[in-house]
């Protein structure tokens, strides 16, 4: 199998470029000219911040990498969600299969509520067949608020753990940083949450979130809480929350609903891809337990249309307390078939 070694710092640097464009159109442009939508395909809604982004992937990627081995590029905003690089190259003669997301994220971050994502995930070309579980190498690096001045980026390669690096805007400092999920026993004062971040089935998706902390923590006391949510809209932030010890559960469950909102009349809206996940190595790597919703490894392809339900449980006390639950509770909605 080819070596991943020397990809990190090119893509590293990819990143670097592509935070340092972003942040700066984010600094010099208005809300409203970097939230305008530019395309609303059949995909998801591409606004004007995501163009800066996608139109930097193509040339650096080529420019990094490309340049010393041939590669796939699997994104959003590619004609067929992906394109060989060098041009004229043949698919079947890549190394590289390189997934990844330009910005995860984008809606908080063009409204200056919350960091974004940049998200690259590297595996050995394997055709179509390429999934997120051959993914050898991940990186995200986040796309700070313009009044914030630290941003952060993890990186792994599978079996040597996950690392990271701490970036100082201002001093332009650089600090080692250590991903550390949470070590807790139970879900009590922390924070795990089921993804419901649009309208259509919150009331289902609430409703399974409340039976997993009532069955995990009791009925509670008066005027207590017993535990919290918080719905990061980005997928890589929530694995980013999991991984920094501050999350304990996270459960991605929007493409089990799709017959129930049919039913409803309702179509099914946006959904969680591949390219949203192509970093969960990292979080792996940091000891975080990811799966899908019946409890196996993530093996989606790597494509731009898949649609993927996933959890993660900060470690294996909180996984056995969650996932029973969970999967009760998506069982006895006809949303999960009985697993035992």
Known sequence: MPRTDWLLNPIRAIHEEIRGAVTSACECSSQADISGIVEDGAGDTI???????????VTLFGREIAAHTPIVLIAEGLLGGK???????????????????????????????????ILTGVAPNRGDAT??????????????LVKQHLCDTLWAARGKGACGERFNRISRERLPLLPQPSTAKDLAHG??????????????????????????????????????????????????????????????????????????GLQ???????????TELIAREAGVRISDEIGFPLDAALNVDAEVSWVGYANDHIRRCVEPLLQKALIQRGLLACTT
């Not at 079947?92 to 063009?110: C, E, K, Q």
């Not at 099914?268 to 192509?278: A, K, T």
């Open 47 to 57: 606004y004007s911040v995501d163009r800066i982004s996608e139109t930097m992937l």
């Open 83 to 117: 394109i060989t690089l060098p041009r004229n190259c043949k698919e079947s003669d890549a190394v590289w299969r390189i997934i990844a997301d330009p910005i995860d994220g984008t809606r908080p971050l063009m409204y200056q509520k919350r960091s974004a994502w």
């Open 131 to 144: 999934s997120l579980a051959d993914i050898e190498l991940a990186v995200q690096t986040e796309l700070p």
């Open 191 to 264: 924070f795990g949450s089921v993804t419901r971040f649009f309208s259509g089935g919150r009331d289902v998706l609430a409703a399974i979130d409340d039976e997993i902390v009532l069955g995990a923590l009791g009925p509670g006391r008066e005027g207590k809480a017993q535990s919290f949510e918080d719905q990061y809209l980005s997928t890589g932030g929530q694995l980013y929350e999991l991984m920094m010890g501050h999350d304990r559960f996270q459960a991605d469950l929007r493409p089990l609903l799709r017959s129930l909102l049919k039913d409803r």
């Open 268 to 278: 099914n809206g946006l959904c969680c891809h591949p390219y949203d996940l192509c």
